[in-house]
């Protein structure tokens, strides 16, 4: 509305509204994505399983780490000097490693990087804690257990080169039925 107002006098004008719906598009209302550490005080259990999709995901890490990526809640790790990760306060020597089923002892590099385990070559990863393992009987806190994933059916290479890690994964087939390699370091 454009009004032309004099210099001197009064001015009135009246402006009549209508009501008229319009109507407005779909709200789509999805609830927050679970992130481990996140989770309301109530559901702090600390077993969780995590595929390395939802590690390479996570907005909380800066590369992927399956401990790390664990990390939350009751889980804590120490990202200054990583000692292994602590399970409602239990120290780190508490915590069972196992790979593919195969016990793993103290999992780390020394050079200041968390885990050795390679995330390019693992399927996912779990931590068990409120249920005791017969497979590690030493581990009161928990047990970490990780899969490697299958090889893929044709050659190929990963690799990452980044501020805390320097990785390679190649892996491919054999022969036709000869199965398949998975190469990490």
Known sequence: LHALVPAEGVLEIGITLRAEPVRLRTI????????PGLEPDGAAVPDR????????????LAEPDAFRGLGGGEVVHDPESPSGLHVRGAAADQVG?????????SPYHSAGGFAAWNPDALAGVGLSATTPSPAAPDALAGIVHAETRAPGTRHSAQGSLGATQARLTLD??????????LVSG
């Open 49 to 60: 399983a995590l595929t390395m999709a939802a590690i390479r995901n996570h907005p909380l």
């Open 28 to 35: 789509e209302v999805r609830p927050p994505p679970a992130i």
């Open 97 to 105: 490693y196992l790979l593919d089923g195969i016990p793993v002892l």
């Open 172 to 181: 491919g087939p054999l022969g036709p039925r000869a199965g398949g390699y």
